[in-house]
């Protein structure tokens, strides 16, 4: 509609003027909004459409599993250049990243079955591995900078557990909207990764059961499975999991 062309107008106008443009204070203040909110557009995922509101636009590159420029390093560099980087903006550049590791996986659904596939998912797991690290790295610099709690349980879940009632806590409050924004983003790029680790070992696992493919030395693949598990002590478990699961 009218809007998105408007949003898609602006984001096209900030890439023109390239990353270097955008080292002022109003410059930069433009760039750190349009990283964020000029991607308020229906945008359609593999399944359903979605429409991204207030809280999720910046999710755009994760729902449509594409990277994006702003994900680039230099964009993700150049306009901070001297200045100190907000929390806020380096828990978007691991969006961005995630985004990224969405679009390889997905070519990899669809390349050949071949060792330089299983390659490939090894690879892709190891920067889902290292991309769960970083997150959890934000998150302890979140807790170190911000005083007092980061958030409770509301006091109707309180009340209800004190009643004897269920053990969940269904409603939690936060200190304020910046605090609450950031953990419905953190939170959200963590279930999409889990998910995605879930789809790699699944993918991997029927590579490691059912060596169906065509290739002439097929049995190649297995020592691939045994570098995973060296490599990554959990991914046993996961494989397992996927497994099970499917």
Known sequence: DAFSSHEAGIKHLI?????????S????AILEDVRYSCVNMPIRS??????????????QSLYSRKASIFGDEIWKTRPWDGQTKSLQQKLYDKGYALAALLEDFDKLRISDCDNSRMERLVMCLQHCSTLDIDLGAWYHLLLVETSGPLFWPAPSSVQNLEKGGEHVCHEIEFPNFHVAHLHMTIWTLRIILSATIMSICKAMSRGFTKPTIQHPDIQSVAPLQNDLLVQFPGAEILVQ????KY
């Open 15 to 23: 890439q023109m003027r390239g990353p270097n443009q955008h080292r």
């Open 25 to 28: 204070a109003l410059g930069l």
């Open 46 to 59: 593999r399944t359903s459409r979605i429409s991204a509101d207030k809280s999720l636009k910046m999710m």
């Open 241 to 244: 999991q996927a497994q099970d």
